[in-house]
């Protein structure tokens, strides 16, 4: 075995789906809104929008989707420690938007009226966009959905009639719209949850430089502080990472079960994964 070969730890982090910049004040009706978001078409119920101006010293502020009110406004409730909870996004603030349930394949605005088909001529490829049978096309204005059953550049057979012209459409799949971001593992001294923020780690490595560490922000639901789950796993994902076969240079982050469903926050995020919103 070569004790000297490198290792690293493959996260997996969700992708960042939507940047928006608030336009109005949602503090006191927790809500966001942001005018030319166009959120009917790239966001869903449960999406994750994380605040990171407000209260930033402990992270930002998270939030999930509970309702795409309109193109511009997104009803929400508040996530995370009851101590860093917002009431919803301030005027002329920086947003970014997360997909942990879903991830969007294609959105526009069908061009034909075809009887169990969603057909749109604008020059979409529904195949380069990577569109598959069985995902889902969902009918904005009327929030009705059917299961894509054949799928051809211009053209999707879908399994309900609910396509006429000129409606807006977005194509989806099940499953976190997310990518894998490699951490090393090797040298290490320490990883610790963060003094402030309640949602973040810090991984710090033995090379004498202080500003050598890594930080991994994420979402859960809980209203204490900072917890040991995720902090744990880590923990014990580089040892695991180490102590492999040097053949096997990276390992797979498990998909840590986030323990907490508390009252308070009883919202998608109970009892499911923890979700990675940053690592840098």
């Known amino acids: ?63 999930l989707v509970t309702a795409v009110t309109s193109d511009t406004v997104l009803a929400l409730v508040a996530i995370g420690p009851t101590s860093d909870q917002g009431t919803g996004v301030p005027d002329a603030v920086d947003v970014f938007i997360y997909m942990p349930e879903f991830t969007v394949k294609q959105y526009g605005t069908t061009s034909a009226t075809e009887a169990k088909f969603l057909v749109d001529g604008s020059g979409v490829n529904f195949v380069l966009a990577g569109v598959q049978v069985g995902d889902y096309a969902r009918d904005i204005a009327a929030g009705t959905v059917a299961v894509v059953t054949s799928v051809s550049s211009d053209k999707l057979g879908v399994s309900n ?67 040991s789950a995720m902090r744990n796993a880590i923990q014990e994902s580089v040892v695991l990472a180490n102590e492999t076969e040097w053949s096997y240079v990276t390992l797979d982050f498990p998909g840590l079960l986030n323990p907490f469903a508390s009252v308070t926050n009883a919202t998608f995020l109970g009892g499911r994964e923890f979700f990675i919103l940053r690592i840098q």
């Open 1 to 63: 075995m070569n004790q000297n070969m490198e290792k690293f730890i493959n996260f997996k982090q969700l992708e960042v789906v939507l940047t928006a910049t608030s336009t109005s004040d949602g503090s006191a009706a927790l809500t966001l809104t942001s005018t030319g978001a166009a959120f009917t078409q790239k966001v869903l119920v449960n999406a994750i929008v994380w605040d990171r101006t407000t209260n930033a010293a402990n992270g930002g502020q998270k939030y």
């Open 161 to 227: 009639d609910i396509f006429l012209t000129n409606e807006n459409y977005l194509v989806y799949r099940e499953g976190a719209d997310d990518f894998t971001k490699i951490v090393r593992a090797s040298d290490i001294i320490d990883v610790s949850n963060d003094a402030t923020t309640s949602s973040e780690i810090e991984i710090t490595y033995n090379t004498g430089v202080a500003a050598d560490l890594t930080q991994i922000d994420y979402a859960y639901s809980s209203t204490v502080g900072a917890n």
